[in-house]
């Protein structure tokens, strides 16, 4: 990460002491102001008494690298309010972006999952805020007349604040209320015990998906520049690298453990589509190549999908990915849309 | 009509208004006459349509010709109520003319004259307005767009001030309005003037009411302040601009307006997606779980035309981009509608393409020291500035005496193409 030129803290400070605090997490001019209003908006709303002092202190703080969505409390989710808290990992704006794009292939109905305007069931794995389920269940209850959405998540922490936030969105009228054949439920469950199989087992799952930790040991320890500062010091190393009492499978690295073990659910559960987020285009051809020697890859269609699967891409993002296997062949894969490698978008039973 | 109608009537006005502290003045540039006669011909024609509609309407009920009909019945009425104070006038007249008449009864009969006389100017009012096509847009919701002229600091400072009366004047009037954009300057910010105002850079009030368009239409064009700024040390009043732009918005979900949808290719709020290139900020390094961006900005370019939105206010990205393709529709719609606009003039003659407006116009003056806000096209002064400046009652006045000089512009224009028409 490049250094910030005294330049820039100049130019801030002659504006303010606060947007000057704020520059260190933020980087740049724009974000700060854009920050600083958001926090002003924040302090104008709460606070009753010295708001210019709690200003000058959350800036402070939020200058430091702790999280603005922490410190506000909640984050925007497409049409929903997400609370925050420390302990559970702050929703992304790539995580809105592939949600909302899937919910909307979905509901034109290209996908097949789903016959339309009947029922519909949706799983999430390592759910934190809460925030996939929501926006599915908020995208999703007029077009399904049976609507079944879950989330699953081992952190009590997490589950508790999910559970506030449909209650929360449900009270500022941004989610419907659940009756019969409409639900959306939490469950605190460990993926990697098998109740959670016997749990979900026996009801039709459409759709599976999961941002499961995915960050290697190596980034975590040595940084390398590749993980903001802000995530390793103040969000929870649970939900963003896998645990080390976890066994890994044969052939499988550290960070794509969980995907080992959710493409086995998906054998149990059997989806009709799964989507993984990824950390990388590395990681991304791993498990691809894992996947494809599972007994879930027949019949299968694999993509793969950027950080906007709904913008046009640039032009060097337009190539297809090349995954080389094991045994020495390879196997072409589409990505779609535009920015960072983000998702792998599999269609089962094609 | 009296002789010297511009005396008598300001007088008649102000005694009316006696009440009242405000002081307006009208300068003589919109001598209203009589009515044309080519108007009063096409009202005469358009109020017979109706009644034939209506006869056949008693017989068999048809949907668009009742829709017809509806239209008409503003004119007709219109031209109903005028002629009967015409019919009154003249036998009034012809009374007090008579030699042979009692001379209580003239009297009297002379202070009726009066009273209709004063009705009559209202009547023709009306019916010229009843005449004058509703502008396609009149029923729809309306942007107003701020963005301050050239000329620093200033300008800025006073463009928030804009935006915060207009804003005020939504609130009192209970209009929904909602705040889509409001960015600061980029080399400024969180500085703030002495009283309060924050260096604008551009901002976007939308007004969700229906018929908002038809309302804040006559606000567009180019606002001037003359004041003291906060930064001026040396006591001289400065003089900047700030544009004002009105679009029409489509309504939420369609409901109302049957005549906007924003899927119909042949709607003017249609925008291919394909012709607009979405742009987000450019991801640098690692994502997702590995850094926590709180980044949301987003920029769309119309590719066919090159007009560019960007938004940057909301934390959600979802949101910004909802709000920039609320905000570039409106634009393209405007933009279409300007563009017939041009070439339906272009096709007049040249007397009556200089009746319109164009965006360069100076429309208003906030003059600070002389506590005085003026209307350049209706020729209007109003004083107690700061209540205009709060969005209140003395904005209202201004705001209609503007919508009806805007009105008697395309009255007049009526009237050209009307004689231009019995020419040929």
């Given at each position: 990460?490049?250094?910030?030129?005294?330049?820039?803290?100049?130019?801030?400070?002659?504006?303010?002491?606060?947007?000057?605090?704020?520059?260190?997490?933020?980087?740049?001019?724009?974000?700060?102001?854009?920050?600083?209003?958001?926090?002003?908006?924040?302090?104008?709303?709460?606070?009753?008494?010295?708001?210019?002092?709690?200003?000058?202190?959350?800036?402070?703080?939020?200058?430091?690298?702790?999280?603005?969505?922490?410190?506000?409390?909640?984050?925007?989710?497409?049409?929903?309010?997400?609370?925050?808290?420390?302990?559970?990992?702050?929703?992304?704006?790539?995580?809105?972006?592939?949600?909302?794009?899937?919910?909307?292939?979905?509901?034109?109905?290209?996908?097949?999952?789903?016959?339309?305007?009947?029922?519909?069931?949706?799983?999430?794995?390592?759910?934190?805020?809460?925030?996939?389920?929501?926006?599915?269940?908020?995208?999703?209850?007029?077009?399904?007349?049976?609507?079944?959405?879950?989330?699953?998540?081992?952190?009590?922490?997490?589950?508790?604040?999910?559970?506030?936030?449909?209650?929360?969105?449900?009270?500022?009228?941004?989610?419907?209320?659940?009756?019969?054949?409409?639900?959306?439920?939490?469950?605190?469950?460990?993926?990697?015990?098998?109740?959670?199989?016997?749990?979900?087992?026996?009801?039709?799952?459409?759709?599976?998906?999961?941002?499961?930790?995915?960050?290697?040991?190596?980034?975590?320890?040595?940084?390398?520049?590749?993980?903001?500062?802000?995530?390793?010091?103040?969000?929870?190393?649970?939900?963003?690298?896998?645990?080390?009492?976890?066994?890994?499978?044969?052939?499988?690295?550290?960070?794509?453990?969980?995907?080992?073990?959710?493409?086995?659910?998906?054998?149990?559960?059997?989806?009709?589509?799964?989507?993984?987020?990824?950390?990388?285009?590395?990681?991304?051809?791993?498990?691809?190549?894992?996947?494809?020697?599972?007994?879930?890859?027949?019949?299968?269609?694999?993509?793969?999908?950027?950080?906007?699967?709904?913008?046009?891409?640039?032009?060097?993002?337009?190539?297809?990915?090349?995954?080389?296997?094991?045994?020495?062949?390879?196997?072409?894969?589409?990505?779609?849309?535009?920015?960072?490698?983000?998702?792998?978008?599999?269609?089962?039973?094609? | 009509?009296?002789?010297?109608?511009?005396?008598?009537?300001?007088?008649?006005r102000a005694l009316r208004r006696s009440h009242q502290l405000q002081i307006v003045r009208f300068s003589s540039n919109d001598a209203s006459s009589s009515l044309a006669p080519s108007l009063l011909r096409r009202a005469q024609s358009l109020s017979e349509e109706h009644d034939d509609l209506q006869k056949s309407l008693n017989s068999s009920f048809d949907a668009t010709k009742a829709k017809r009909a509806g239209e008409l019945g503003r004119v007709a009425s219109a031209l109903r109520a005028w002629e009967t104070a015409q019919s009154s006038i003249t036998e009034l007249v012809s009374m007090t003319e008579d030699p042979d008449q009692d001379p209580d009864l003239a009297s009297i009969a002379k202070d009726e004259l009066e009273g209709e006389r004063a009705k009559l100017d209202v009547l023709e009012k009306r019916l010229k307005e009843s005449l004058t096509p509703r502008h396609a847009f009149a029923d729809l919701p309306c942007m107003v767009e701020f963005r301050p002229g050239p000329g620093g600091l200033e300008g800025r400072y006073f463009t928030d001030t804009l935006f915060k009366m207009y804003k005020a004047l939504c609130a009192r009037r209970g209009y929904r309005a909602n705040v889509l954009k409001y960015e600061m300057a980029e080399a400024?910010?969180?500085?703030?003037?002495?009283?309060?105002?924050?260096?604008?850079?551009?901002?976007?009030?939308?007004?969700?009411?229906?018929?908002?368009?038809?309302?804040?239409?006559?606000?567009?064009?180019?606002?001037?302040?003359?004041?003291?700024?906060?930064?001026?040390?040396?006591?001289?009043?400065?003089?900047?601009?700030?544009?004002?732009?009105?679009?029409?918005?489509?309504?939420?979900?369609?409901?109302?307006?049957?005549?906007?949808?924003?899927?119909?290719?042949?709607?003017?709020?249609?925008?291919?997606?394909?012709?607009?290139?979405?742009?987000?900020?450019?991801?640098?390094?690692?994502?997702?779980?590995?850094?926590?961006?709180?980044?949301?900005?987003?920029?769309?370019?119309?590719?066919?035309?090159?007009?560019?939105?960007?938004?940057?206010?909301?934390?959600?990205?979802?949101?910004?981009?909802?709000?920039?393709?609320?905000?570039?529709?409106?634009?393209?719609?405007?933009?279409?509608?300007?563009?017939?606009?041009?070439?339906?003039?272009?096709?007049?003659?040249?007397?009556?393409?200089?009746?319109?407006?164009?965006?360069?116009?100076?429309?208003?003056?906030?003059?600070?020291?002389?506590?005085?806000?003026?209307?350049?096209?209706?020729?209007?002064?109003?004083?107690?500035?700061?209540?205009?400046?709060?969005?209140?009652?003395?904005?209202?006045?201004?705001?209609?005496?503007?919508?009806?000089?805007?009105?008697?512009?395309?009255?007049?224009?009526?009237?050209?193409?009307?004689?231009?028409?019995?020419?040929?």
């Amino acid at each position: 990460m490049s250094r910030i030129p005294p330049w820039l803290f100049r130019k801030a400070s002659r504006r303010s002491a606060n947007i000057a605090a704020l520059l260190p997490a933020c980087r740049d001019l724009q974000s700060a102001m854009n920050e600083f209003r958001w926090l002003k908006e924040h302090v104008n709303s709460t606070a009753s008494a010295s708001k210019e002092n709690l200003l000058s202190r959350l800036c402070r703080k939020r200058g430091q690298g702790y999280p603005l969505q922490y410190i506000l409390g909640s984050q925007p989710f497409g049409p929903l309010d997400v609370k925050c808290r420390p302990g559970v990992l702050i929703p992304r704006p790539e995580t809105e972006a592939y949600t909302y794009h899937l919910a909307d292939l979905i509901k034109t109905g290209s996908l097949r999952a789903g016959e339309p305007d009947q029922r519909l069931g949706v799983v999430d794995f390592c759910t934190g805020t809460g925030c996939i389920p929501l926006l599915f269940y908020s995208l999703l209850h007029q077009k399904f007349e049976h609507l079944e959405v879950v989330g699953v998540d081992i952190s009590s922490q997490a589950v508790s604040l999910s559970r506030d936030n449909i209650v929360h969105n449900m009270e500022l009228g941004y989610l419907p209320q659940p009756r019969r054949n409409r639900t959306l439920d939490i469950l605190q469950q460990d993926i990697f015990q098998d109740k959670v199989i016997e749990k979900l087992q026996g009801r039709t799952w459409d759709v599976m998906v999961s941002n499961p930790p995915y960050i290697s040991r190596r980034v975590w320890y040595h940084g390398g520049g590749q993980i903001g500062h802000s995530v390793r010091k103040y969000e929870p190393s649970l939900a963003l690298i896998p645990g080390n009492d976890i066994s890994i499978p044969a052939n499988w690295d550290h960070e794509d453990v969980f995907y080992s073990r959710l493409l086995n659910i998906a054998y149990n559960l059997k989806p009709k589509v799964i989507l993984l987020e990824v950390g990388d285009e590395m990681q991304a051809l791993r498990v691809i190549s894992r996947f494809s020697q599972h007994k879930l890859a027949t019949n299968s269609h694999v993509e793969v999908w950027r950080d906007w699967p709904d913008l046009a891409p640039n032009h060097d993002e337009e190539s297809p990915l090349k995954i080389t296997m094991d045994d020495g062949s390879s196997q072409l894969v589409s990505t779609k849309g535009s920015g960072n490698i983000r998702s792998i978008f599999i269609k089962l039973d094609v | 009509m009296s002789a010297v109608p511009w005396i008598c009537r300001s007088c008649a006005r102000a005694l009316r208004r006696s009440h009242q502290l405000q002081i307006v003045r009208f300068s003589s540039n919109d001598a209203s006459s009589s009515l044309a006669p080519s108007l009063l011909r096409r009202a005469q024609s358009l109020s017979e349509e109706h009644d034939d509609l209506q006869k056949s309407l008693n017989s068999s009920f048809d949907a668009t010709k009742a829709k017809r009909a509806g239209e008409l019945g503003r004119v007709a009425s219109a031209l109903r109520a005028w002629e009967t104070a015409q019919s009154s006038i003249t036998e009034l007249v012809s009374m007090t003319e008579d030699p042979d008449q009692d001379p209580d009864l003239a009297s009297i009969a002379k202070d009726e004259l009066e009273g209709e006389r004063a009705k009559l100017d209202v009547l023709e009012k009306r019916l010229k307005e009843s005449l004058t096509p509703r502008h396609a847009f009149a029923d729809l919701p309306c942007m107003v767009e701020f963005r301050p002229g050239p000329g620093g600091l200033e300008g800025r400072y006073f463009t928030d001030t804009l935006f915060k009366m207009y804003k005020a004047l939504c609130a009192r009037r209970g209009y929904r309005a909602n705040v889509l954009k409001y960015e600061m300057a980029e080399a400024a910010g969180d500085q703030s003037s002495s009283s309060g105002e924050q260096p604008v850079q551009e901002a976007v009030l939308e007004i969700q009411d229906q018929g908002a368009y038809d309302i804040f239409r006559g606000e567009a064009g180019m606002h001037r302040v003359q004041r003291i700024p906060s930064t001026e040390s040396k006591g001289r009043v400065h003089t900047s601009a700030v544009a004002v732009w009105v679009l029409p918005s489509f309504p939420e979900g369609g409901s109302g307006a049957d005549n906007v949808d924003v899927d119909d290719p042949e709607s003017d709020f249609y925008v291919n997606p394909q012709d607009v290139k979405i742009e987000t900020m450019r991801a640098r390094g690692a994502g997702g779980q590995h850094v926590n961006k709180t980044e949301s900005a987003i920029r769309m370019t119309h590719i066919p035309t090159g007009t560019v939105v960007s938004m940057q206010d909301h934390r959600s990205q979802q949101r910004n981009r909802e709000d920039a393709w609320k905000v570039l529709r409106s634009r393209i719609a405007s933009q279409r509608a300007e563009q017939r606009e041009e070439e339906a003039s272009k096709l007049r003659s040249s007397v009556l393409s200089q009746a319109q407006i164009t965006r360069g116009d100076k429309i208003r003056t906030y003059n600070y020291n002389q506590d005085r806000c003026t209307d350049h096209r209706a020729g209007m002064d109003v004083h107690n500035l700061p209540d205009v400046l709060e969005g209140g009652e003395t904005l209202d006045k201004v705001m209609e005496a503007a919508r009806e000089w805007l009105v008697g512009k395309e009255v007049e224009m009526l009237v050209l193409e009307e004689e231009a028409k019995a020419k040929k």
